[in-house]
């Protein structure tokens, strides 16, 4: 029997997968809490996001990320009312290395994560505050901190507001091995609403 994708053994309790480079082509599945768990983007509602200003202002920012960042494709993602899921898969980048400026990347649109494009060393989880100081241009992280500066500031912006800390410092990041793998996460985001109830973020569960 399959075991079925478990976020919070798989995702919450290992250590951070050490020396592991960030700006490699893969795909890995990212969670990012608001500050306190604040139910700040909308609601469930039989089963279903209802999204707020701030919750549309926030799916907006992670819909533009390929806009701002060549190397990264966005697969499947869901907002929730203090956290979003989502899988951002890192392809190669011609100016990465400094070779192909001015040429166009070339197409991913049927990129596919398989045993041989992923890294397919032990999976660890790493927070923000566990990785060295510095962020690689393209890494992950880079795309991470952008989004969450970027959906922060304009959020701030609408509602004058300057200085409220969104999103909590920290997120969780995964890297995908194979497309078994990667169905069983795409499977867990598209039910994330349907599971509120008992979901380790939502504020009723926590003590």
């Given at each position: 029997?399959?075991?079925?994708?478990?976020?919070?053994?798989?995702?919450?309790r290992?250590?951070r997968?050490?020396?592991?480079?960030y700006?490699?082509?893969?795909?890995?599945?990212?969670?990012?809490?608001?500050?306190?768990?604040?139910?700040?983007?909308?609601?469930?509602?039989?089963g279903?996001?209802?999204?707020?200003?701030?919750?549309?202002l926030?799916?907006?920012?992670?819909?533009?990320?390929t806009?701002?960042?060549?190397n990264?494709?966005?697969?499947?993602?869901?907002?929730?009312?203090?956290?979003?899921?989502?899988i951002?898969?890192?392809?190669?980048?011609?100016?990465?290395?400094?070779?192909?400026r001015?040429?166009?990347?070339?197409?991913?649109?049927?990129?596919?994560?398989?045993?041989?494009n992923?890294?397919a060393s032990?999976?660890?989880v790493?927070?923000?505050?566990?990785?060295?100081?510095?962020?690689k241009?393209?890494?992950?992280n880079?795309i991470?901190?952008?989004?969450?500066?970027?959906?922060?500031?304009k959020?701030?912006?609408r509602?004058n507001?300057?200085?409220?800390?969104?999103?909590?410092?920290?997120?969780?990041?995964r890297?995908?091995?194979?497309?078994n793998?990667?169905?069983r996460i795409?499977?867990?985001?598209?039910?994330?609403?349907a599971?509120?109830?008992?979901?380790?973020?939502?504020?009723?569960?926590?003590?």
């Amino acid at each position: 029997m399959k075991q079925k994708f478990d976020p919070q053994r798989h995702h919450r309790r290992s250590i951070r997968l050490k020396g592991y480079d960030y700006t490699q082509q893969g795909a890995y599945f990212v969670t990012l809490v608001t500050q306190g768990r604040e139910c700040l983007f909308g609601e469930i509602v039989n089963g279903e996001m209802r999204l707020n200003e701030f919750g549309a202002l926030v799916a907006e920012g992670w819909n533009g990320l390929t806009q701002h960042f060549r190397n990264a494709d966005l697969d499947e993602f869901v907002m929730m009312p203090n956290h979003l899921h989502g899988i951002v898969v890192l392809k190669w980048d011609a100016y990465a290395d400094g070779r192909g400026r001015g040429e166009a990347l070339t197409d991913t649109s049927a990129y596919r994560v398989t045993s041989a494009n992923v890294n397919a060393s032990p999976l660890r989880v790493s927070t923000a505050s566990e990785r060295p100081h510095g962020t690689k241009p393209r890494s992950l992280n880079a795309i991470v901190q952008n989004f969450k500066s970027v959906t922060s500031r304009k959020i701030n912006q609408r509602h004058n507001t300057q200085g409220t800390i969104i999103w909590q410092r920290d997120y969780f990041e995964r890297v995908i091995r194979n497309e078994n793998e990667l169905n069983r996460i795409r499977e867990y985001i598209m039910s994330n609403p349907a599971a509120w109830e008992s979901d380790n973020e939502n504020p009723r569960n926590t003590t």
